[in-house]
């Protein structure tokens, strides 16, 4: 498998303002990672993939310039969420591809609350 | 387009009782399935997979599932439900090489 973490657990922000979440894979060099977004009592759903080195590939309807992705090393990708709004309050996951290449595991989550 | 169906938006069951929760998925080749758990505020963690072989496969925390083509079905079950199982499950396919489908999602409840 793969350990994965985030940082922070949670995050309140007023908003328009950024905010910054930290996804690292601890025992794996990740050349690929996920984030999802997951609303209260639903399921969750892919917003981008993020490669490392070079631009992620976002899902149709998520905005690349409000989800900010950088994935510069093999053990870290950063999701930044853009002048934020209430709307974006949501509990964001993430997730790796471990050395099988096609199980995916996942970070304890970021729970993000616009004010 | 594939996609994945839990039927049961949330279940019930008795400490002790067995439990088998149902995920149906809609697939053109042979897919590749999951169950992830998840508890209140925390991330996803892998139950099972099936990817091939063997159409029951064993998970961990006394967990399995069995495959069956015929019926595109990839339920759940486990004998006997602890207090600790309350969660949320949800099944998943595997689309392309990447890309993870979720169903959405089976709240378990356990009553003592």
């Known amino acids: 498998g793969a350990v994965v973490s985030q940082h922070p657990s949670w995050v309140i922000c007023k908003s328009g303002t950024s905010v910054k979440i930290e996804c690292r894979s601890l025992?794996?060099?990740?050349?690929?990672m996920f984030w999802y977004r997951q609303f209260p009592k639903q399921s969750l759903m892919l917003m981008a993939t993020s490669n490392e080195g070079s631009k992620a590939t976002y899902e149709q309807g998520v905005e690349k310039d409000k989800f900010l992705i950088n994935h510069a090393s093999l053990t870290l990708s950063t999701l930044t969420v853009t002048s934020a709004h209430p709307e974006d309050s949501s509990f964001y996951i993430c997730?790796?591809?471990?050395?099988?290449?096609?199980?995916?595991?996942f970070g304890p989550g970021t729970r993000l609350t616009v004010l | 387009a594939q996609s994945v169906t839990q039927p049961d938006i949330h279940i019930t069951v008795s400490e002790g009782a067995s439990l088998e929760l149902r995920c149906n998925y809609s697939y053109g080749a042979t897919p590749y399935l999951f169950w992830y758990v998840q508890s209140p505020g925390q991330g996803l963690q892998l139950l099972l997979k099936?990817?091939?072989?063997?159409?029951l496969v064993q998970g961990i925390k006394g967990f399995e599932a069995e495959f069956k083509r015929s019926q595109s079905s990839f339920n759940l079950r486990k004998p006997s439900v602890h207090w600790s199982d309350a969660a949320e499950y949800f099944c998943?396919?595997?689309?392309?090489?990447?890309?993870?489908?979720f169903g959405t999602g089976t709240r378990l409840l356990v009553s003592p």
């Open positions: 997730s790796t591809k471990g050395e099988e290449g096609d199980t995916q595991y």
């Open positions: 025992d794996f060099q990740a050349t690929t």
């Open positions: 099936y990817f091939s072989g063997d159409t």
């Open positions: 998943a396919v595997l689309r392309g090489f990447q890309k993870l489908v």
